[in-house]
């Protein structure tokens, strides 16, 4: 790392510190020249700033300039005053007040010299850098990112796409879903954030607290190329889950991303089984809704279905997040998240029934009633759902259906007549509700 000692240090510069000698330590990322009397708008943190000072003309001219500086964060000003006949007072005091390190630059010194000799220290130091964080490549990513770090003299984080902090080297200063929206949609922010190489469901993002040279840009590849070969290679840590758990069923219909987005969604979950476009997990806390409806977008999948259990024993748990994804794969939406204790047991047993035995069904208890409103252009099937989801009422299914209770006996007499069934007996009810919710069709 080049600071503004490493600057005092270099052959034939001669440069003499004149204010902020206990601030020498700052690290130097790039040099600017300027005769601005405000150059605020054009400058970076970390800079060292060269100047002759020419906009100086009277006592006073220096505050603006100075504060300038030291609102973007400049790393120092190395300054000549040959016309003047050396610094004025009026700088230097500005300097010190606003905490600036003051270099002298020799009357005699070109600037162009100058700033060869900076700009070969600072490609010197990026490539040392660059050498010393491949050497820590096969460390973890936590060591890589305090690597970088101490390199780049700024806190560095990695970011999972769904919004998750995977490591950092300081708190994060904004939430994580933040940082990941303000990168996908371009927008500018006080990180700087790079993608991790390697082809995965979620992506990694490498984020940086603040703007870079291009120095410290090209150290942040590197840093997210080495992340992302440590990624590839590492084997996520599963945490011990006890045999009482809940299980998740995820399915990523149209692609095979569901062991990464499981793996993603709940970090040290335990991976029960995978088999490309449905895995399952156990854990003891589930991923919602909102986190699916994150992750949607970064996938190649059509439709994102997932299915919860309670808990319960392993195997008695997986078979729940099973049916529980079967329900979910019959409804409506890009993004479909099925607790079990949402399902009502009989969908639970439905849902586990192949779709030739559930058309079976629907054939062998409802035919002749739905043939029947085929002929006749009638809707007796409805009236009998609603009939049996009034909980065989009469007046209450008349008066959801808005018709007079007699017409509505008529009709439930005439569908157990053509269903060959007393749908005022319970048994025969629960055949002929099966086989209704059974004939449920499959979302578009």
Known sequence: MTTVKTLLGLPGLRLRPRAGTD????????????????PGRYLSAGELVLSGLLWWHEPGDAEPFVAALARAGAA???????????????????????????????????????????????AAASESARKRLQAAAEAPVETLLERASAELALPCWVLSGLGRVVAGTAPLPMPPEEAVRRYAASEPGPLTVLPVEGRHAVPWLIAVGGALSTAQTELAEELAGLVGVTRARSVPRETPVPDEARVVALRTEGSDESRDVLRELLPGALLLESTGDTSYAATALPPSATELSTVEPLLRASRILCGVSDPAPREEARDTARHALAVAARRRGRVVVVPAGEVAGHELLLAGAPDGLRAALRRRVLGPLLDYDAEQHTDLVHTVRVFLECSGSPTRAAKAL?????????????????LGADLTEFADQLDVYLALRASEDRPG
Not at 23 to 37: A, G, H, K, M
């Open 402 to 418: 808005h018709v007079h209770v007699n017409t509505l006996r008529y009709r439930i007499g005439r569908a157990s007549e053509l």
């Open 23 to 38: 601030l020498l330590d700052r690290p130097v990322t790039r040099i600017y020249v300027t005769e601005l009397s405000d």
């Open 76 to 122: 120092a000003l190395a300054a000549s005053g040959a016309d003047s006949g050396g610094i004025p007072d009026d700088v230097v005091d500005a300097c010190v007040r606003h905490r600036i390190p003051l270099l002298e630059v020799p009357a005699d010194l070109s600037f162009s010299v100058i700033t060869e000799q900076v700009v070969l220290a600072l």
